[in-house]
């Protein structure tokens, strides 16, 4: 039974019959408050028409005596718990195959909708956040239980495959095509808008191409469906560096033949209406503007493509929510189609998490800057300054990836997603600091610990909690579960960065406190195994990261 369950139970033993589902046990601010506070007594007195003070007062009596109970100001609970019951605590959690962490999702389904980049272009730096966000939070959300179809929403579909079409044909040479690349294909939509900005007969040629496309003409359907299967393969190999993986890949194109239904209904349900020869549905009454869902010259857009896939993923999977990972940019386009979802009833809660802007060495990404790097460049980089750092440890190529990919990740996944971030290889590789590579240091140390102390089995040790070092790794290593729920709950993995931060920190002064190595056999066994947990979090906590720990650096 975890604290928040005692104290209820306390509140209904104190007061039979009331709903007491709200009471909340947390970490206390301050540890001259105890180790936890509950502040709920303040809620409930008014009902029941006592002092706040003597509600308290009551579930205080109530309080299962192993907890220290103290009253403090106008009637908050501080709890003080024992150095016994916190190593029950933690032999509880050390036997959890999943580290205590709660199956909040246990039969729910969620769909997560991130990375999705555009086809037929390489991925650059400005395709970081979405993919490492959106993985931490697929993971999270794993841990917790819930099944969660991971899809790729790729950008298949649109004015820009008859360019390339026009492009593939014209401007690259017979071993160009038959070596096709990404790169190749990236140069040749460069060259084909070059000549479609100069030539009014190459556009029209561009856009004869995209009607046939659209038309299901079999050569340019042939092509098409060439450029996003090599887009695809190259987007697997930044995935498979990333330790990213989909379930689907249902780009826009999945959800073009639906568009005309979509429109269909929204016209039925009286949600569309004319408007300068455009059809668009009128949110001003939200403060959100007009979104239209099919242009005058009898095209679909974003939103109607957006409103498609909501009515085919609901369909198909009957999620309870879609979670849609994008940059900031996109807000207004999010609450303009979630707005309109549920005008048209589609039974499921939608959630857009934006991310800030993410700069390079303190400059914008962009073309003009000449840093619009390639990702795969990047975490090459990555690689190859991590290995100068391991080398002379002995440390090899793999290590050297572990550490680079990690660093990449971790100097996004350490901010809060709204937040605009510089990626600077400096904090990035910092071993010191609140880095990848320190905490993967942090997670090596302990197996190297493990490794000196002759790998005894510690399973038939017990925890022991003495010293105030000691008590604060405790308590915060029982906070892992929590912290990863609230991760969740804000879709925000850097709540868990934050968490493994501060307990790598903490493990940092209890091992700097404590000798272990030396101590008489009973404290050493029972500090190892507190190391050992430690390693435990910190790895499984990474990994919901995306990142990996190698047991040696
Ligand atoms: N392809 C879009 C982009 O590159 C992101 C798509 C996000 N998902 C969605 N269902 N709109 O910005």
């Known amino acids: 039974m975890n604290l928040s369950q005692m104290v209820k139970g306390a509140f209904e033993k104190a007061f039979p019959g009331g709903d007491f589902s709200f009471v909340r046990v947390v970490p206390a601010t301050d540890p001259r408050f105890g180790d936890y506070q509950c502040n709920d007594a303040l809620k409930i007195a008014g009902k029941f028409g006592m002092k706040p003070r003597d509600a308290a007062q009551k579930v205080a009596e109530n309080i299962d005596a192993s907890l220290k109970v103290e009253i403090a100001g106008p009637g908050f609970l501080n709890l003080t718990v024992s150095g016994d019951w916190l190593a029950s605590r933690l032999a ?91 790169a190749n294909l ?61 379930d689907t890949y249902r780009g826009e194109s999945f959800y073009n033949s639906m568009m005309p239904g979509v429109v269909d209904r929204l016209l ?108 795969d460049d990047l975490l090459s980089e990555s690689v190859r300054r991590s290995y100068e750092i391991v080398k002379d440890r002995g440390g090899d190529e793999a290590l050297a990836q572990a550490i680079g990919f990690g660093a990449v990740k971790y100097a996004d996944l350490s901010h809060d997603p709204a937040t605009a971030i510089d990626f600077n290889w400096d904090k990035a590789l910092a071993l010191e600091g609140n880095s990848g590579p320190y905490l993967q240091y942090a997670c090596a140390r302990v197996s190297s610990l493990m490794a000196k102390a002759g790998e005894i089995d510690l399973s038939n040790v017990a925890f022991a909690v003495d010293t105030p070092t000691e008590k604060r790794l405790a308590l915060q290593l029982l906070e892992f579960p929590g912290a990863v729920v609230r991760a969740a709950e804000a879709y925000k ?59 040696r650096i």
């Open 268 to 375: 039925e349900m009286g949600l569309a209406k004319e408007s300068e020869g455009a059809l668009i549905v009128d949110l001003e009454d939200e403060k959100l503007g007009v979104a239209i869902v099919r242009k005058s010259d009898g095209g679909y857009n974003y939103t109607t493509s957006d409103l498609a896939c909501v009515g085919s993923r609901v369909a198909d999977y009957a999620p309870e929510r879609i979670i849609y990972v994008t940059d900031d940019r996109q807000q207004l386009h999010f609450r303009q189609f979630f707005s309109i979802s549920a005008k048209m009833g589609y039974d499921v809660k939608l959630v857009h998490v934006p991310f800030g802007l993410m700069s390079y060495q303190g400059k914008a990404i962009s073309t003009r800057e000449g840093n619009l790097i390639k990702l």
């Open 493 to 551: 993995p850097s709540i868990l960065a934050d968490y493994l931060f501060q307990t790598a920190q903490l493990y940092s002064s209890f091992y700097q406190n404590s000798p272990i190595l030396k101590s008489e056999e009973r404290l050493r066994n029972a500090r190892l195994k507190l190391c050992s947990l430690f390693g435990r979090v910190l790895s499984r906590g990474l990994e919901l990261l995306g990142i990996e720990s190698p047991k």
């Open 186 to 246: 990236e140069k040749c939509y460069v060259l084909s808008a070059a000549r479609a900005k100069e030539s009014e007969d190459w556009k029209n040629a561009c856009r004869t191409e995209l009607v046939k496309l659209q038309r299901g003409d079999e050569e340019n359907l042939a092509l098409w469906r060439k450029f996003i299967d090599i887009s695809i393969s190259e987007f697997d190999r930044m995935y498979a560096k990333l330790g990213v993986r989909f």
């Open 92 to 182: 509880e959690m050390d036997d959890s195959a999943n580290l205590a962490v709660p199956q909040n999702g246990e039969g729910k389904r969620d769909v997560i909708d991130y990375s999705s980049p555009n086809a037929a272009k390489q991925m650059h730096i400005g395709h970081i956040r979405s993919t490492v966000i959106g993985n931490a939070i697929d993971r999270i959300f794993r841990a917790l239980g819930y099944e969660v179809i991971a899809d790729n929403h790729l950008g298949d579909w649109g004015t820009q495959f008859g360019i390339l079409i026009m492009g593939y044909r014209q401007c690259l040479s017979e071993d160009e095509r038959v070596n096709l690349s990404v």
